[in-house]
């Protein structure tokens, strides 16, 4: 079973702070995303990667990084929090190139930015 | 760019009757669905997917899904809801062509009532 492992079930940071969110996956799958999860909004894709040291923006990559330089880790990072960078942080793999292929999940880290 | 809606936002329903989720994409061509689900404090995981071939689609716990493509709907059944189906419910779709991530609706939130 596809195992998707955030670093972080809840965060606290103040704003200003440069903030890290850590994801490991364990299927050796070649794509990772990270998303944001709000109520009403859904799920809204911030960054993506296909392969190592690889990127892509997503929808709303204003205010974020990431960094890829293993296969099973994707790390987003946070340059210098702001409040309204207050979500919930979802991580997800698949594999291949199909699209049809699912994506795994992780619990997601629920970050406040005071 | 593509795009979904769910048009119900939160749907009340008792044990035994019958659910219907509505799910609409906005894109031209060629499309893979999926239905995420996420109960109470647990990750979002995989309902069911429709990629080709029969437009209707069984998945876990008795859901089905149909894609009805002139409708451009992919919208979720399941003939008798229990309790324990509690949960948000996300339409989701990628373009054969385009990205590997995928666009998400906004989610409904099913409450079912014993």
């Known amino acids: 079973d596809v195992k998707v492992t955030q670093s972080s079930r809840y965060l606290v940071k103040r704003t200003g702070e440069k903030v890290f969110l850590e994801c490991v996956q364990d299927m050796d799958h070649e794509n990772m995303f990270w998303y944001r999860q709000d109520p009403g909004l859904g799920l809204r894709l911030i960054y993506f990667?296909?392969?190592?040291?690889?990127?892509e923006k997503g929808d709303i990559p204003e205010g974020y990084s990431v960094s890829r330089e293993k296969k099973e880790r994707f790390s987003l990072i946070l340059e210098s929090a702001s409040t309204n960078q207050t979500s919930m942080y979802l991580c997800?793999?698949?594999?291949?190139?199909?699209?049809?292929?699912?994506?795994?999940f992780g619990d997601g880290t629920r970050l406040s930015i005071l | 760019a593509q795009s979904v809606s769910q048009h119900n936002h939160h749907v009340i329903l008792s044990e035994a009757a019958s659910l219907e989720l509505g799910c609409n994409y906005s894109?031209?061509?060629?499309?893979?669905l999926f239905w995420y689900v996420q109960y109470p404090g647990q990750h979002l995981q995989l309902l069911l997917k429709y990629f080709s071939g029969d437009p209707l689609v069984k998945g876990i716990k008795g859901f089905e899904a149909e894609f009805i493509k002139s409708k451009f709907s992919f919208n979720l059944r399941k003939p008798s809801v229990q309790w324990s189906d509690t949960a948000e419910y996300f339409c989701a779709v990628n373009a054969v062509t385009g990205r590997r991530a995928l666009t998400f609706g906004s989610g409904t939130r099913l409450q079912v009532q014993p």
């Open positions: 894109y031209g061509g060629t499309v893979n």
């Open positions: 997800a793999s698949s594999s291949g190139q199909a699209l049809n292929q699912p994506q795994h």
């Open positions: 990667s296909y392969d190592v040291k690889m990127k």
